[in-house]
């Protein structure tokens, strides 16, 4: 969905702001984050995985 990097650039300013000032500290590197595969699509081919449905 292309729209979603534009919704979490403001997002992801915010918490750079957040950070420097110590508000805020990261877990995950956000050049890692992929915005084109989110959680509920990589759970969903989990438990189609587990259950041995071929997509």
Do not use: C
């Not at 995950?28 to 071929?54: F, H």
């Amino acid at each position: 969905m292309p729209l979603v990097p534009d919704i979490f650039e403001n997002y992801f300013k915010n918490l750079d702001a957040a950070e420097k000032r110590g508000e805020f500290r990261r877990y995950i590197d956000p050049n890692e984050i992929n915005l084109d595969d989110p959680i509920y699509k990589q759970k969903e081919r989990e438990v189609t995985k587990s259950a041995g449905i071929k997509q």
